[in-house]
T-cell receptor, first 116, second 113 residues
Framework: AQKITQTQPGMFVQEKEAVTLDCTYDTSDQSYGLFWYKQPSSGEMIFLIYQGSYDEQNATEGRYSLNFQKARKSANLVISASQLGDSAMYFCAMRDRNTGRRALTFGSGTRLQVQP | DAGITQSPRHKVTETGTPVTLRCHQTENHRYMYWYRQDPGHGLRLIHYSYGVKDTDKGEVSDGYSVSRSKTEDFLLTLESATSSQTSVYFC????????????FGPGTRLLVL
């Protein structure tokens, strides 16, 4: 069974600084996808970034980058130059590409608070 | 915006009553999902659908049923609501392609008294 672990229930960061949110995963599959979602206090789930297990380059999307270390089974999210609007819950998720259902397995999340 | 709406957005009901939540999409995506979100658990899969009338169970399906009679609508039913089903329910669609990113609806907050 797949499992996602986010060991940081809460994080604080100063505005304009970079922050890393940790995510480790467990799977026996060779082909999988890793995702990060942001959930602001308003409640919606916002897709941020994706990394495929066979991608050789770390994914980047604007201020977001994914530090993918396959041997360590980690997929940490790095947010550069934090902004007040980055304060939110962040969820790491994994999709098994080999099963038919294509569903996601989520971690328990990290609450990030950006301080001015 | 993946064109996903959920209704109702908020609902309060009593234990033992049936409840149906609706998810509607406008872009004819084949895969649709229902997740629930509870504190400390992230999102957990209840049921999913891979086409009209094709559905299957997820990890937390007890007490829930689903139906999909049209591509655009995916219904989640609590046959007899219990307090343990108080949660936030998210519908999602999977966009075909290399990433198969899932996009979520706005969520439904359900309180079972």
């Amino acid at each position: 069974a797949q499992k996602i672990t986010q060991t940081q229930p809460g994080m604080f960061v100063q505005e304009k600084e970079a922050v890393t949110l940790d995510c480790t995963y467990d799977t026996s599959d060779q082909s999988y996808g890793l995702f990060w979602y942001k959930q602001p206090s308003s409640g919606e789930m916002i897709f941020l970034i994706y990394q495929g297990s066979y991608d050789e380059q770390n994914a980047t999307e604007g201020r977001y980058s994914l530090n993918f270390q396959k041997a360590r089974k980690s997929a940490n999210l790095v947010i550069s130059a934090s902004q007040l609007g980055d304060s939110a819950m962040y969820f790491c998720a994994m999709r098994d590409r080999n099963t038919g259902r294509r569903a996601l397995t989520f971690g328990s999340g990290t609450r990030l608070q950006v301080q001015p | 915006d993946a064109g996903i709406t959920q209704s109702p957005r908020h609902k309060v009901t009593e234990t033992g009553t049936p409840v149906t939540l609706r998810c509607h999409q406008t872009e004819n995506h084949r895969y649709m999902y229902w997740y629930r979100q509870d504190p400390g658990h992230g999102l957990r899969l209840i049921h999913y659908s891979y086409g009209v009338k094709d559905t299957d169970k997820g990890e937390v399906s007890d007490g829930y049923s689903v139906s999909r009679s049209k591509t655009e609508d995916f219904l989640l039913t609590l046959e007899s609501a219990t307090s343990s089903q108080t949660s936030v329910y998210f519908c999602a669609i999977s966009v075909t392609g290399d990433q198969e990113t899932q996009y979520f609806g706005p969520g439904t907050r359900l309180l079972v008294l």
